[in-house]
Every structure is written in structure tokens, then in C-alpha cells.
């Protein structure tokens, strides 16, 4: 049990309680499952049994965001983007030109071209510190390291728009690799890591379309792809990382800890739950949830809410999906009880019924005239049973009225014959075929739909269950 207890510690030592938590319930769920059970220690034995403790402490995953939340989160995530693309743009810019044209700058602006120079050749951040308090040395070391570099404080908006914009797991991202193809200047194809997978398919190669369109680069995944690796392509030289991400990381204990490569690493490198600080961010844009209240940002919803927005783009037909798991895992852990995708699919269903009822009306041609009087025998042998077909009762099934002789038609049909009689008996049955051609209709489209059934869901919806009061008596 000791040991379960400073796995946890340490765990805490790099992630919150609750990811910590997490990993402890892993554990357990891994240990209920090993050979010779009774080797554990009766302490961990008893730990593991309480409730709590195990499998049934795996929490519900929250549902994604809804579309004005995820519009906001993308606006912000963007505009953020925009600033540190044009910040380091703007010190790529004056190094080159100082460096084809120093005469052209003016004094202040060769001074901090020096300092840019010394700093793209050695990768440590050229701070001024006179003048400065203590506190305020970190802030001026980002400041100036960020002309040329991403910087810690980046990756918050940078992972955000990328799970946005690619749909794709948090650990996916991090794990980018800097190694690509661009094809034709069309596409990026860049391998991707799936460690969920398993060994087998670990790996899977992606094709992500590059914009033509200057205006339009920020909203196809394979043009924001070339922007990181663009931004992030000096660090890299320094940090020696392989994977897309690398930032300069030299402050405080950074300076001292990555000091040999000049305060540059790869952030997702060592361990992928680094800390993003997104709940600052969040909260830094004034972001907030539906109810009014503060923002829960967190990457695995927005992944979530990319799977929903996907599933609806196609109607909700999950083999057509642009999917980036298993249309079953899709289902399970991403659309199955998010209660957008609920409230979407009830409107999809209202819609679908709504359209199929107005094909229907269309080719229903509904009897005119009185109904002809039912003799009280009859009528008796059908209120007990005796001449009950599936979801009506036969006046005269010896003589069909249109053919003649003993009626052979399916039972379907018999609502629409005037030897159909409709009593309160009828009443399960008729709810429960109402039901049974709704669910029909799932399997076909709206036209196929009310040809096969059109007729008989207007004599049931229209002309039968209307008639009966709440109480189920026939008016």
C-alpha cells in the first residue's frame, strides 16, 4: 500500500490532484487483473475492494463545448495566435533587414538588432536588466526571448487552436514530430503517434490540407502546422528536439537547468503532462460556459466537441465520418450522452418525422363519409378478443370488400379497410406500431419511408390517437 501511496506523491510532484488520482485508479485497475492475487498485501487487497477505489471510481468524461463556447475558445485561441505569428515576424524581419541593410535602421532599432543577433547565434535572451526590479527580470526575459521564440506562456493558445482546428487527442499534439512532407504545396503528411492503440497501430499517417489563401492559413490544420514548425524552427536548433514543439525555457530555474542548450527545450519531451496553465488563460480572455460562470477549458472537450461538430456535418452517419478513432469508440467515449449531440439528434429526429408526414400527406388519399353502424354482436366478439388482427379487429374477414372471398392481405393493411374496427383494447398495439415506424424510418430516407408506411402512420397519427381522450376512451 506504501507503494501505491508514493506513486502518488510523485505523481503530484508534475500534475494536479485529480490527474494523480487518475493514475492511482489505473494502477488498481491493472492490479485487480494480475495472476496470484493472494500476494498483495492485505492492506491494498482491502484499499482496492472499497468503493471508490477502483473501476467505479472512474469519473463520467464532461461533455464538449457547445458552439457558442467553442466560438469563443477558437476566437480567443486566434487572436492570441495572430499576436506571437506577427511578434516573431516582426524580429525575423529586423534581423534580416539588419543584416542586408544595417544603414536603414535608426539608432534604437540597430541597438535591438544587435541584441536579436547575439541572441539567434547563441539562443540566450539579450536582457537589459538595469533599471529593473528583481520581480520584474522574468517578464523582460520572456519579452525579449519572445522576439525570436515561443516562449511558456505560448503554449496555452497554441495547443488550444491546434485541438480545435485538428480534433485530435491532447497527447497526439504533443507529441507532433518536426519531420513532414508537403506535397505540391497542397497537403502536409505527417506521421502521428496513437499511443492508445497499442503497439500494433502506434502510428498512423495523416494528410492535412495547406490554404492557398493568405486569409484562409489560420483555418486549415496543414497551413497552421507549417506556422509552428516555422515559429519554432530556431529553437529547435538549439533545444535538439524532434518533435514539433520547442521553446525557450530559460528563466529562473530553467536558466540553470537547461543551460546547455542555451534555455531551449522540447516541452512535451521529458513528460507530456506538463502544465499549460489553461485555466489562466481562459480566465485571462474572460471566457465563460452557458451559465454565465468561468470557463472549464480543457483540451480532451475540446477534442470532443470537434468529434460532435463532425458527427453532425454528416447527419450523424458515423462510417463517413472523418474519424480519428473507430466509429465504436467514436460513439462510446465522444457522442453517446453529450448532451449537445442529444439535443441535435432530437431536433434531426422532429425534422426527419415532420418531412416524412409531408411526403405522406401527399400521395394519402383519407376516406370520406360516415362509418357505417357496427352490429352489437360483432362488436361484442371484437371487444373480447375474437376478432383481433395486429392492431384493429376484422368485421368481416370472410369477405374482403374490394376482392372478395376470405381477406389474405398482410395485417398492415387492415387500417386502411373498412372492416377494420378501432377499440380501446387496440390502444398498446397501435402506440407500440406508431413506435416500430418510427424507428423504421432511421433505415430509410424520407420518400422510401412514406411510400412503404406513409398511409398507415396518417390513419394512426391522424385519424386514430387523436380520437382517444388522455384517459384512453374513445371519443
Excluded at 81 to 105: H, K, N, T, W, Y
Excluded at 237 to 260: E, H, P, V, Y
Aim: proline share 5%; glycine share 8%; charged share 25%.
Amino acid at each position: 500500500m506504501r507503494h501505491v501511496e508514493r506513486y502518488r506523491m510523485v505523481r503530484l510532484e508534475t500534475v494536479g490532484p485529480k490527474t494523480a488520482r487518475k493514475s492511482v485508479q489505473d494502477v488498481l485497475l491493472l492490479l485487480r487483473d494480475v495472476p496470484g492475487q493472494d500476494r498483495l498485501e492485505r492492506t491494498l487487497h482491502e484499499f482496492m475492494g472499497q468503493r471508490g477505489h477502483g473501476i467505479d471510481a472512474q469519473e463520467t468524461s464532461p461533455p464538449g463545448y457547445s458552439d457558442r463556447e467553442f466560438a469563443a475558445i477558437m476566437a480567443a485561441a486566434r487572436s492570441d495566435v495572430v499576436a506571437i505569428r506577427d511578434r516573431i515576424s516582426a524580429g525575423e524581419r529586423l534581423l534580416a533587414l539588419s543584416r542586408e541593410d544595417p544603414e536603414l535602421l535608426e539608432t534604437t532599432e540597430r541597438e535591438r538588432a544587435r541584441r536579436l543577433e547575439t541572441m539567434a547565434r547563441t539562443g540566450r535572451a539579450q536582457v537589459d536588466y538595469s533599471g529593473l526590479l528583481v520581480g520584474e527580470y522574468p517578464a523582460a526575459g520572456y519579452a525579449q526571448a519572445g522576439q525570436l521564440f515561443v516562449v511558456d506562456r505560448d503554449l496555452a493558445p497554441l495547443m488550444v487552436y491546434a485541438a480545435g482546428l485538428s480534433g485530435r487527442n491532447p497527447e497526439t499534439i504533443k507529441e507532433l514530430p518536426a519531420e513532414h512532407r508537403v506535397l505540391e504545396e497542397k497537403a502536409v503528411v505527417v506521421t502521428l503517434t496513437k499511443r492508445r492503440r497499442g503497439k500494433a497501430n502506434s502510428c498512423t499517417t495523416v494528410h492535412w490540407s495547406v490554404a492557398p489563401d493568405p486569409a484562409r492559413r489560420l483555418r486549415a490544420t496543414g497551413s497552421f502546422y507549417l506556422l509552428l514548425h516555422r515559429m519554432m524552427e530556431r529553437s529547435r536548433a538549439f533545444s535538439g528536439t524532434s518533435s514539433l514543439w520547442s521553446i525557450w525555457a530559460g528563466n529562473g530555474r530553467g536558466a540553470a537547468a537547461n543551460a546547455s542548450t542555451a534555455g531551449h527545450i522540447g516541452p512535451f519531451d521529458a513528460e507530456l503532462a506538463r502544465k499549460l496553465g489553461l485555466g489562466s488563460w481562459a480566465a485571462g480572455h474572460h471566457l465563460v460556459d452557458d451559465e454565465g460562470g468561468p470557463l472549464q477549458m480543457r483540451l480532451t472537450r475540446m477534442k470532443k466537441t470537434v468529434e460532435v461538430r463532425t458527427a453532425k456535418q454528416t447527419g450523424g452517419h458515423l462510417p463517413s465520418l472523418r474519424l480519428t478513432k473507430t466509429a465504436q469508440t467514436s460513439f462510446a467515449h465522444y457522442l453517446r450522452g453529450d448532451p449537445f449531440v442529444a439535443e441535435w439528434a432530437a431536433e434531426v429526429l422532429t425534422e426527419a418525422i415532420t418531412e416524412a408526414e409531408e411526403s405522406a400527406r401527399d400521395i394519402v388519399l383519407w376516406p370520406a363519409g360516415a362509418v357505417a353502424p357496427v352490429d352489437d354482436q360483432v362488436r361484442r366478439r371484437a371487444e373480447t378478443g375474437d376478432l383481433v388482427t395486429l392492431a384493429s379487429s376484422c368485421l368481416d374477414i370472410d369477405h374482403h370488400p374490394e376482392h372478395g372471398g376470405r381477406c389474405r392481405e398482410s395485417s398492415l393493411t387492415c387500417l386502411r379497410c373498412p372492416n377494420a374496427l378501432v377499440l380501446e383494447r387496440h390502444l398498446p398495439m397501435l402506440l407500440a406500431l406508431a413506435e416500430a415506424l418510427r424507428a423504421d424510418l432511421d433505415k430509410r430516407d424520407a420518400a422510401q419511408w412514406a411510400a412503404r408506411h406513409g398511409v398507415i402512420w396518417q390513419i394512426i397519427t391522424h385519424g386514430i390517437l387523436p380520437r382517444f381522450s388522455p384517459g384512453a376512451t374513445l371519443r
